[in-house]
């Protein structure tokens, strides 16, 4: 199966810094990777998919990047309300795997 | 809009079976998939299996094979999850997640339903 990484683990940031999150593949997805948020007691939020697609709603602060092997999940200024755990999701292989995660934590 | 409600927390002892259920609304449930994925406490995130809503074919991770099964109602526009042979390591917040697209990807999730595994 394909192993999803995420670096860093954790990133401690404020309030209107930007968030760079990495997710490398152990081989290539293309361009089948997803990026969700979730918040403590709820259910993940869908961000990002097809590796650069913003969803419905999701403000254009988040955007993605990347193809193959090496992705990037970036927050150009976090609010309050965006410190969360986020995962990337590839699913173009059977069976779909997700990153570990990467805590953004206030600093 | 488009919603899924899960059915409420179960606690089970090991080697019982629980069906957890998935109902959905707000758009025509044929048209897509379904997908369950799990998480224990403090965990990441773990694809289970996906069911075709217009066959009914369902599609198992291979580790789940054998132990949980897929299936819907279409009448009632709700999918059913069922795990056999509980063991400790089955607890966990079970998610049901829409698919869309090909290859699927996740746009609406439901709330989770959190199924306790305990002698």
């Known amino acids: 199966e394909i192993v999803l990484t995420q670096s860093p683990g954790t990133l401690s940031l404020s309030p209107g810094e930007r968030a760079t999150l990495s997710c490398r593949a152990s081989?290539?997805?293309?361009?089948?990777l997803a990026w969700f948020q979730q918040k403590p007691g709820q259910a993940p939020r869908l961000l990002i998919y097809?590796?650069?697609s913003r969803a419905p709603g999701i403000p254009d602060r988040f955007s993605g990047s990347g193809s193959g092997t090496d992705f990037t999940l970036t927050i150009s200024r976090l609010e309050p309300e965006d410190f969360a755990v986020y995962y990337c999701?590839?699913?173009?292989?059977?069976?779909?795997?997700f990153g570990q995660g990467t805590k953004v934590e206030v600093k | 809009q488009v919603q899924l409600v899960q059915s409420g927390a179960e606690v089970k002892k090991p080697g019982a079976s629980v069906k957890v259920s998935c109902k959905a609304s707000g758009y025509t449930f044929t048209g897509y998939y379904m997908h369950w994925v799990r998480q224990a406490p403090g965990q990441g995130l773990e694809w289970v299996a996906y069911?075709?809503?217009?066959?009914?074919?369902?599609t198992y991770a291979q580790k789940f094979q054998g132990s949980v099964t897929v299936t819907r109602d279409t009448s009632i526009s709700t999918v059913y999850m069922e795990l056999s042979r509980l063991t400790s390591d089955d607890t966990a917040v079970y998610y049901c997640?829409?698919?869309?697209?090909?290859?699927?990807?996740?746009?609406?999730w439901g709330q989770g339903t959190l199924v306790t595994v305990s002698s």
């Open positions: 069911i075709n809503l217009n066959s009914g074919g369902a």
């Open positions: 997640v829409r698919g869309v697209g090909a290859p699927n990807y996740y746009d609406y």
């Open positions: 081989q290539s997805v293309s361009s089948y």
């Open positions: 097809g590796a650069s």
């Open positions: 999701q590839q699913y173009g292989t059977s069976p779909r795997t």
